[in-house]
Every structure is written in C-alpha cells, then in structure tokens.
C-alpha cells in the first residue's frame, strides 16, 4: 500500500493530486466494503480458515496484477518511479549510504525535512489511539458475543459499514469540503471529534458495544477519509526522494511503532476496559496537539491552485 501512493504520488501533479486522491481512496473503500459485507456469507459456507485463504490470496494477486500494469503504463509514456529512484541514489548518494540501515536514513531525512518528522510523530499518536481502541472494541464484542462465528459476521458487517462511510465521504463529502475549507484547518478541526468521542466513552463506565464501536468506527472513517488525504498532501511538494523515503519510513516505522508499543504495553499489563477507555482519551489528546503542530505544514489549496504553506 505505501509503495502504490508513492507510485501515485509520483504520477499525479500537485492539483491533480487534491483532486484524485479522496477518490483513490474511495474505490478501495467499495472493495473493502464488499468483501467485508460478504464475509459472514463465505464464512458460513467455507468456513473461517478457508475464508482467510481465499479472499487474501485473490487479493494480493489483484494487486500485483494491477501494479505491474501501472508501472508498464508509464514504462510507455517514459516515466518510471522506480527508474527515478535509482538516477536520484546514485547522484545523491553513495554506495555507503545505500546500505543505510532504515533508521539512519530515518534520522538524516528527518534533519532534511522536519515536516515529515512531524508527520512520523502524528502517525505513532494516531495509530496508538486507533489500537487502544480496538482493543476495547474487541473487549466490549467478547463480552457481548460469545460465539466465533457471530463476532466473525458481525465484525464483516462492522467493517462494511466503515467501508461504506468512508467511500461516501472520499467520493462526495471530501472534494467538497476541501472547496471550502483549507486542509490545514481540517487537520486542526477533525481531531477534536475523536476527543469528543473517547471524553463520553471514559466518562461511561459501563461495557456499551455501540459506543466502543462509535468510537472505533469514527476513528477509521476519519483515518480512511479526511486523514489519509491531508497526509498525502503533505507529500506532494517534496521531491521524489524525500517523498519515496519518507512514505517507506513513516509506513514501515510509524504506522508499526504505534501499533507494536501499545501492543507491548498492553501484553504486559493488566488493563480493563476502563483503564483502557482512560488511556484512549489521553492518546487522543496527544493526537490533537501533534496535528495542531501538523496542520502548518500542510498545503494550502486556494481556487484550484496547491501552495506550500510558510512553514516548510
């Protein structure tokens, strides 16, 4: 996924990229609804396991099919990201610095372009409060269903229905929004939804499966929509190298940071669903300061036209 929006990325100017992207997003969003409204179906017919096998397996091969025709597409049209990298390495760089491990290139991009580290950090706060509150998403299910197969079908629905938000908001809401309203401010807007949120899910102290999945729900849209297109956007001014290293870094780094340090905190520690909810509404807070920081490094979009904002 982070070498495709690299790929794109690299394809699509500045305005065409303001434009396309909510859409990108919202055909992925269809299939994922799709596949997810069909999962309680080929569950109960070919069981969980062969279910796994079969849609993973169509589906990696999909993508791979679709990707290798990308990129002969713009073999014909003389332009190749990959073809780019490697001119841009070998000019910049040398043979040392390629075997780099990951966190050194991590440490010398972030020194050369202090916006994406900002967007590192957003990212470890963001994925560390979506995975606080799966966990209580998964918690309050457990409690209020206890059979496989019913939390299987009701989680396909679950995501379904994300999926279908989310699709309705990239290919509608969106594009529309942003005529509006700066990207920047919705960087600085949005997550005071998600304080919100988790503020009324700590206050309840009862186990509510619509509200943990309120929650959860919101937090995907958001990550799925409005999110996912403002932090490609902060992409776009760069060049190619900075823009290919950085989505590897943030991708590989950020997005797995965030999820593995919370998963570790919570394998060795005994949180309820309480303490959970408490840990959730702190995290997100976290979330709103970094986007605030964020939001200035993001482009401003003003009758059509991207403008890097000062702070670059």
Not at 70 to 94: A, M, Q, W
Not at 270 to 283: H, Q
């Amino acid at each position: 996924s982070t070498q495709h929006w690299s790929f794109v990325g690299s394809v699509l100017t500045p305005d065409q990229g303001a434009t396309w992207f909510a859409c990108l997003s919202g055909v992925t969003s269809l299939t994922a609804s799709i596949a997810g409204s069909s999962v309680s179906t080929a569950v109960s017919r070919l069981g969980l396991s062969r279910t796994l096998a079969i849609f993973t397996s169509f589906f990696l091969l999909l993508s791979l099919f679709f990707a290798e025709y990308s990129y002969s597409i713009s073999e014909k049209y003389s332009f190749c990201p990959s073809r780019g990298k490697e001119s841009t390495k070998s000019k910049d760089l040398d043979v040392k610095d390629q075997h780099a491990s990951l966190f050194k290139k991590a440490t010398d991009l972030f020194y050369r372009v202090p916006n994406l580290k900002l967007l590192f950090y957003e990212v470890i706060s963001f994925q560390s409060m979506t995975m606080i509150l799966n966990m209580c998403f998964v918690k309050t299910l457990k409690s209020a269903k206890s059979n496989d197969l019913d939390r299987a079908g009701w989680t396909g629905k679950f995501y379904a229905l994300v999926n279908v938000i989310s699709a309705f908001l990239q290919f509608v809401a969106v594009p529309l929004i942003m005529k509006f309203i700066e990207p920047g401010t919705l960087c600085r807007v949005i997550p005071v939804i998600m304080v919100a949120l988790t503020s009324f899910q700590c206050m309840n102290r009862e186990s509510n499966l619509s509200l943990a999945s309120a929650s959860f729900l919101v937090a995907k849209v958001i990550d799925y929509s409005f999110r996912g297109v403002i932090n490609e956007l902060i992409y776009i001014p760069l060049d190619f190298e900075s823009r290919f290293l950085g989505k590897e870094v943030i991708g590989m780094l950020g997005n797995r940071m965030g999820k593995a340090s919370i998963s570790l905190v919570l394998a060795f520690s005994s949180f309820n669903l309480v303490s959970l909810t408490r840990l959730a509404a702190a995290s997100s807070f976290s979330w709103l300061a970094l986007s605030n920081r964020l939001s200035h490094a993001v482009p401003k979009i003003v009758r059509g036209v991207t403008k890097k904002s000062k702070d670059t």
